[in-house]
């Protein structure tokens, strides 16, 4: 177990590094501060508060996704700090050669200066007028004792605005140094720190191998109870719709059309609704205003025993403690849902499709509520053994789940 969990790590960080390679250094800037972010909550949200009683399965997930998040970081600031020494490169071999370009503007002005001290005296230049052998030659003269003058000013600003040059891209030169030389510090910090996190996760490791047995079977009963809750939700979803259809269809002046099972029949306005809906995808809100995904969308090997597979129906969410579900789009309660623990599920109805908001405490809206995107469906509970505030949020199209993170926000 444990030479996977180092090629675990390892396969993190070359997908990370693999993610970023090809990003400008701006969206690399973007991505390190989200990913700080990320890291703060993780911190606040998983480990800020003292738990009640000690489960080394969850206090092991806990610590991947810290290190996840941490090794995506490090591969994020050195490819910020490669892009840098380009930048810095580059910027050297501008200022020399700015700086050779200067010196010369410099020594031709010395140069043109030196001559014009010499033939200074108004008289030579009076005389070099007067020994003109005709009008024309004189006025040829004048002209370009004219030219003269205004390429020394030319060339005086010249050197004005190289120096100017010079002096900001010296400036920015010693920027790009001390902002190398800041992300290096800090990923010296993120290494330290990911070193404290990978001893913490080997002792979890070697404690749950220790009891292996123990923890295996209370998982197996975790996944068959969530299962039942899953059979449970998709029964009602599918009760639901066929109790919408039989409604519709009495609605309907033709009671003989044909309706595909475990389908919607949709009013004009739901399908206007739908069709909102679809336009949105990948632009709704979270349906909660602060918290990180631990566990995805879809079939997932668990992390620790190989061999079994986790189904995440949708996204379970970890939030503070005290926050609420909000509700993703504008559409119906179609159901509030009670589960034998006394936790909530709301269902919500756009057009064909279904939002599920579970694991709530306390709900503010009831079945055939008129609903707005963002109003407060829940307040998500909180287990008070493992402090943790999680909301599980499902998207339904009909009873087909959809994975919910190709519809809402990135972040």
Not at 58 to 74: F, G, N, P, S, T
Not at 81 to 91: D, H, R
Not at 329 to 334: A, D, P, R, S
Request: with cysteine; hydrophobic share 35%.
């Amino acid at each position: 177990m444990k030479n996977k969990k180092k090629y675990t790590l390892i396969l993190i960080f070359c997908l990370s590094v693999f993610s970023v390679f090809g990003q400008t250094r701006k969206q690399l800037e973007v991505q390190r501060k989200k990913l700080n972010k990320e890291i703060k909550q993780v911190n606040n949200l998983l480990f800020n508060e003292k738990k009640k009683g000690k489960n080394a399965l969850e206090d092991l997930k806990d610590i991947q996704k810290k290190i996840e998040v941490r090794a995506l970081l490090i591969a994020t600031i050195n490819s910020e700090a490669a892009i840098l020494s380009k930048e810095i490169q580059v910027s050297q071999v501008e200022l020399e050669n700015l700086n050779k370009k200067l010196a010369d503007l410099k020594e031709d002005y010395a140069a043109m200066i030196f001559k014009s001290y010499k033939s200074k005296s108004k008289q030579s230049r009076t005389l070099f007028l007067l020994s003109s052998k005709n009008f024309y030659q004189a006025y040829k003269r004048m002209e370009y004792m004219k030219q003269y003058t205004s390429f020394r000013k030319n060339q005086g600003e010249d050197i004005v605005v190289q120096t100017n040059q010079v002096q900001l891209l010296n400036d920015s030169l010693v920027f790009q140094k001390t902002l190398k030389d800041t992300l290096i510090v800090f990923q010296k910090r993120q290494k330290n720190q990911i070193e404290v996190d990978k001893q913490e996760q080997e002792k979890l490791i070697l404690a749950i191998k220790q009891k292996e047995s123990l923890y295996k079977k209370e998982l197996q009963n975790k996944i068959r109870e969530e299962k039942k809750i899953v059979a449970k939700i998709d029964r009602k979803i599918r009760e639901e719709i066929a109790r919408a259809n039989r409604i519709a269809k009495a609605k309907l002046k033709n009671n003989s059309k044909l309706v595909e099972k475990n389908v919607f029949i949709l009013s004009p306005e739901a399908k206007a609704l739908a069709a909102k809906f679809e336009l949105n995808k990948g632009f709704l809100p979270w349906p909660v205003d602060q918290g990180i995904v631990v566990r995805k969308f879809g079939n997932q090997p668990h992390p620790s025993f190989p061999g079994i597979t986790i189904n995440g129906t949708g996204l379970h969410i970890i939030t503070r403690q005290g926050n609420y579900a909000e509700a993703i789009f504008n559409g119906e309660v179609l159901n509030v849902l009670v589960s034998s623990e006394g936790r909530k599920n709301v269902l919500i109805q756009h057009g064909n499709y279904i939002s599920s908001y579970n694991n709530l405490e306390k709900t503010y809206v009831k079945k055939g509520d008129k609903i707005k995107t963002g109003q407060r469906v829940g307040q998500i509970f909180t287990d008070k053994v493992s402090k943790k505030t999680k909301l599980i949020f499902v998207l339904f199209k009909n009873t087909t789940r959809l994975n919910p993170s190709s519809w809402i926000l990135k972040r």
